[in-house]
């Protein structure tokens, strides 16, 4: 499977943005899909991740009231509308998906998918 992520841009302190990951070449409903992201000169880290039902989800707690992830299993794609940026959320966002199908075991750890898109780079300014 592939995936491809799209949405990202510039955007002032208190804007929205929404990200798209689209699936292609493989399956997609049986797997949980996350979302992280990387800011310059830091690591990697979790923002968000939906069961492969879409039935639940997970977030970490910068983002909980702010980001909402979503998916579309006919379409194979999986969202991330994302309100009130702070410019502590420019980062490049990652999609990926769970290594394991029908699984939310490890959503937070970048090392339990297997599977990336290439990154879409978000800005927020000040």
């Known amino acids: 499977v592939q995936l491809q992520a799209s949405g990202g841009g510039l955007v002032q302190a208190g804007g929205s943005l929404r990200l798209s990951c689209a699936a292609s070449?493989?399956?997609?409903?049986?797997?949980?899909m996350g979302w992280f992201r990387q800011a310059p000169g830091k690591e990697r880290e979790f923002v968000a991740a939906?069961?492969?039902?879409?039935?639940?989800?997970y977030y970490t707690d910068p983002v909980k009231d702010r980001f909402a992830i979503s998916r579309d299993n006919a379409k194979n794609t999986v969202s991330l509308q994302m309100n009130s940026l702070q410019p502590e959320d420019t980062a490049v966002y990652y999609c990926?998906?769970?290594?394991?199908?029908?699984?939310?075991?490890?959503?937070?750890?970048?090392?339990?998918?297997?599977?990336w898109g290439q990154g879409t780079l978000v800005t927020v300014s000040s």
């Open positions: 070449g493989g399956p997609f409903g049986a797997y949980l």
């Open positions: 939906i069961s492969a039902g879409g039935t639940k989800t």
């Open positions: 990926a998906r769970l290594g394991r199908s029908y699984s939310s075991e490890g959503y937070d750890s970048s090392r339990q998918y297997n599977v």
